[in-house]
């Protein structure tokens, strides 16, 4: 055996350790959470007589159902309006010839580093004098402006590995900046734009800070500021917790497996270009 | 490559871009924010009103006693009815002070402390509807903890806040430990309590079950604090009179005891993780033979323990002292910015004189209701625990002392004070002297800034 | 913060004349192009710099969020600077660095070394969903998560009794020496995925050629991953690093559900305490300064990082 071979066997190994170690909570979850309501289970011991009911009654305690219509509502006002700020930026900065482009990208990089905590008093209070505070736009309206970095940073590279002449011969066709970036730019940036997306989508969804700051009502909220809430509520009983704890992160996971191959390029991509 | 060849040039132009927006927006924060807290007296009316009404009520999640007698209220006046949110007690606490000072107040919220709210102008002065309805039928010590001077101290001055159930705590036992260890009745001093501790660590049961992930430790704490100190200075610490302290001998005692009770194993040992909700469920299942916790889990306890479990008052040094409690009323407040102060007024007034609404109280959170001293307490079967921590909060009213919780005194000293030193204290990392000095400078660095 | 090279090699072959021709049309129009930035900069400028800037402006006064505010000028980040609880604060900071960043970044480079050319197969298919599990999840549902996995009767004890190591079960969150790296821990496990597969991806992209020379010249495996792999792998290494590195600075979400902080100060970090002081002390100024120092110490150590992996890559 070649030391190659031998190393990608043991490297097989070390990845198949990794494996395990990330799913080993979530199977002490599962199986806690099948145990009979209310008993005190112990780290992982597979139940005689598994209660899938619990999950239904940590649906119906958690409030599932409107949360997860809350978390789309936020979703739907966060994404797509990134997504358009974002791609008319990305395409500006990468193609156009615009003034300081240079220093704009800059300042919009240096939003790449702020941490959300360092701008949520303020924050809090800018939607206070808006009126806004308690609703979902305390959440979507920030939201947009603090994924606009990356969302500049992820169009703008793409836009940049168009060839040039793509655009030139258009204009050579008398096309405006508009027009060529309507017809032209914007069909090939599709790609671009579902990875982004995807991961916008997810960072919504996951929030939590803010959700927690600016909205009071748990259910008004994104589905990991209702979670908090959700633990203060039931921490009594650690079974009907860890039901409703595995049905809160289910649909990211689901999501996730769908958009398995999506997900993980973007993530990926998304990390070595962010 | 190309984009970052000069970066440290580009992070100054884009700092100075920043310091040029930071030009135009400079005047100080909330300025021009006034107080919005003046009443004029004549304005308020005893009648409730006859239009449709919804109240917004922010209640605390897990003790839905207010719901209950809002279900009632709507009962008995069908045209007014209730718009409820409910949030854990520490985001509620957290949050309180932002959401009155918007202009969607709530009419009604659930308030552990109220002095810096209402000297910030954020509450409702109670007084016109005080003399309105004659509240001053209320026993006096009822609404003490309640009113707020001008300077900003509890105790005296206006009344800015109403009780839903008046609470007093004291230590529950499990009758089942008891008749293991030979305890035959509850202990009447603190010798003897720690006696039966000692007892239950010898027959290897769990002497304490207490929470301590938030500062829990606090209950015991302050039991002892109350036997060993002049309650009176406790109560002036709690309501910040001038030169206050907690670092005294009677404290510094009281946290060796406790360091003492950590050092013998009488706390679990995931005491400082262990949280409110996980201790009262490993007590109820069996586990720990004292819990210092207060009336509110009676009716819980009850249920689901039935006769295992009995409840006393802290015991005294000596034998035969003056009892005394601490206890609190489960205060809510009427934010200065609430839309129906005369309809919720009317509630507030209701719940404490309404026969049915005083048995709700007393049957859903084992609290006395308050209210007029001519009215009768509500009964409870004379088995249960309620009806024994009824007798208990009778005893302090009539021979005893209330004070309020030392986590009251200001809004961080819970988090930032007790919390952490005592939690020190029991993993033996600070001594006792250490524990209340912390736990003192924390309180003046607060009350300074 | 990383920036692509695609850029690089973008402008070549053009006809001579092109140029000219699009510079003029350009320059007549640079103005009104700023019409396609203008919208993302306006969002970002109002809810972004905005509060930066009245984030500074609050963290020299002393104010309670309701009533007047008091100048106060650099008192409150004197305050952080000096007293020993808040400088703790900061350092927790630093140590979850070892957790969130030196951990998978190690782990992932022993995986990825030794796997180097695996074919694309279901086996890294299968990987890749599991790995990145953590990644998707919400951070507060693993802060629940490994609450479970810690407690006294969690699997992580229970794991370490069956081993024989019964002896060092503890309720590892309520313990003052381990509650910081267990929850340091916790990003370990959230980090680890991600920075596995990112190396993975980048050394198949490492040319193969590369070993073989030095395999031809005699090296041994170590002095390959030294002198191949490593700096293959910079720019791979520099985003990982980044990347973990703010999420560790800026942690809020699982310390704030696994402990709040405690026991006593033990796992307190700046996003917590910025909360803490803001929404439950009202100290609006010292919460300001604390987040100004916080955006600072994410600025000057990521920055070197950036400068360090991306210069001379190419």
Known sequence: MTAPRRDQLAGKALLVLFMVLTLIPFATLLSTALQPAGSIPTGFSWPSDPQWGNFAEAWRIAHLAPLIKSSLLIAVGVVPASLVLATLAGYGLATLKIPFSNLIFVVFLLGLTIPFESLITPLYYQMDSLGLLNTRWALVLPLIALYMPFGVFWMRAHFLTVPAELSEAAFIDGAGTWRTFRHIHLPLALPALSSLAILLFLWTWNQFVLAIVMVDDPLKRTMAGALGAFQGQYGTDIVLLSAGALLIMAPTIVVFVIFQRQFSRALLQGAVKG | MITTSRPSRRFLAALAVTATVALTACSAPGADESTTSDQAAGDVSTELTDKDVTLNLYLETGF?????????????????????????????????????????????????????????????????????????????????????????SRGSGSLYALGVGYSVTGVYYNKEIAAEIGMDEPPTTIDELEDDMAAAKAAGEQPIMQFNDIGGAAFPFQALLNQYSDPADVSDWIFQKPGATIDTDAAVEAATHLADWADKGYFTDDVNSLDYTNMVGRFAKGEGLFMFDGDWESANLDKSMGDKVGFFLMPTEEEGGEPVAMGAPNTYVVPAKAAHPDEIAYFLNWLHTDEKARQIIVDDSGAAPGGPASLPVPEVPETSLTHQTLAAAATIGESGVLTDFVANATSGIYADGIRPELQSLLDGRISPEDAVKGIQDEYESELGS | ??????????????????????????????????????????????FVLKPLVTSVQYSLYDWNGIGPATWVGLDNYRRVLTDPDQLSIVGHAFELIIFFTAVPVFLGLVA?????????????????????????????????VWDWVYSSDGIANQLLSAVGLGGVTRPWLADFSAALPAVGLIGSWVMLGLCTLLLLTGINKIDPSLYEAARIDGANRFREFVHITLPGLRREIGVCVTVTMIAALASFDIIYISTQGGPGRSTMVPGVEIYRLAFTQREIGQASAMAVILMVLVLVTIVPIQRLTQRSDA
């Open chain 3, 1 to 46: 913060m990383t920036l692509t090279h695609q850029e690089a090699g973008r402008t070549p072959e053009r006809p001579a004349s092109a140029p000219r021709a699009r510079r003029g049309r350009r320059s007549r129009r640079r103005w009104a192009h700023l019409v396609y930035v203008a919208p993302a900069l306006l969002m970002y400028g109002f």
């Open chain 2, 64 to 152: 839905p006693i207010v719901e209950e007698l809002s279900k009632e209220f709507t009962r008995q006046n069908p045209n007014i009815t209730f718009k409820i949110r409910s949030d854990q007690f520490a985001a509620l606490t957290e949050n309180a002070p932002r959401v009155m000072a918007s202009d969607d107040a709530p009419d009604l919220i659930r308030l552990p402390t109220i002095a810096d709210s209402a000297s910030d102008g954020l509450l409702l002065n109670l007084d016109p509807y005080y003399e309105a309805y004659g509240w001053d039928q209320f026993p006096a010590s009822q609404l003490e903890q309640m009113r707020v001077d001008d300077e900003g």
């Open chain 3, 112 to 144: 990825a070394a030794l796997m180097h050319g695996l074919p694309q197969g279901s086996f890294s298919t299968v990987a890749r969903t599991v790995l990145f599990i953590p990644q998707v999840i919400p951070l507060v549902a693993a802060g629940i």
